[in-house]
Structure formats: structure tokens, C-alpha cells
């Protein structure tokens, strides 16, 4: 065994400390992603009133209708953003041994496969947000406003994509075939 220096075992146990903190953060992360689950179901639960009251006499109230169920949605995928973000975290900090059998779809790696999850589902919020707001059309020139200001993000978000993670995947295939 190699004798390490002071600073060596300091920053060995401020990593190992660190698991224990990516821990407390995934379980939380997780939790949240079940508290968001609950507010979905009550969402949508608050629309089974205006449902019930369209089958009986049908009226205007399919747009609020519509607002309950896409804003249930919504919250359906943050929580699934947030437990996926919670499983990646725990995956790629706390399980060194890889003790839990993953799904494919869950599988992380590295930091990078965690980036392109949290990307790829945060345009999916952005897109279920405009959606809702398109749904209530209150002022046409405020939702064109709003689209491209989604359109900007949106652009944003797959420039970033492109260049910093596409990027680090080419350097990270590069480094492995040069090994």
C-alpha cells in the first residue's frame, strides 16, 4: 500500500463524506418527485368535478377542463424529471459497486448521460408549459411572445447540448481509443 500524504487522506474523506451528502440530496430529489406525483393526482382529481358537469349539461368549461388534466401533466413530468435526476445522482455517486440492476433506460454513466436526461425532458416541460398557456389563449400577441421565447430557450438549450455535451462525448471516445 502506498503511504499517502496528509492532504491525500483529507480528500479521500471529503469524498467519501461527499457520498453520504449525494445521498441525503437523491433521496430528497426522490421524495420531491413523489410529493409532485400527489399534486398531479389532486390536479387532476380537481377536474373530475368539471368532467362530471360536462357529461351532465355540456357548457364552456372544457377549456378549464383542459387546463386541469395538461397542468396535471405537467407535474406528472417534473416528478419523472426529478426522479430520474434523484436515480442518476444515487447511480453515479452512492452505488460504486453498481449493486442495483438498473433499467436500460436509466442507465448513467457519467455526468454527460445525466445532462442529456435533464435536457432532453426539460424541453418536454417547456413544450407542455407553452401547451397550457395556448390552451387558455388569452392574448394572442402575449402567446406569440411567449412561443418564441420558448423558441429561444429551446434553441438555447440544443446549442448547449450540441456543443458542450456532444463535445465532452467526442473527447471522452476520443481519450478511450487512444488508450
Partial sequence: MKNR???TTVNKGFIDAGRYFVAVASILT???AGFLIFAGIWEFLNGVPTMIALLQKPSTKCLELSVHFISAIDLFMVAVVMFVMGIGLFELFVDRDQS???PH???IQDLNDLKE???AAAVVVIVITFLKHIVMWE???ETLYFGGSIALVIVAITFFSKLVVSDELRKKKGGETKQ
Wanted: glycine residues 0%; neutral net charge; without cysteine.
Fill in 100 to 102: 442495483i440492476d438498473y
Fill in 5 to 7: 500524504d496528509f492532504l
Fill in 30 to 32: 426522490i421524495l420531491a
Fill in 117 to 119: 436526461k435533464l435536457i
Fill in 105 to 107: 433506460w436509466l442507465r
Fill in 139 to 141: 392574448n394572442p400577441l
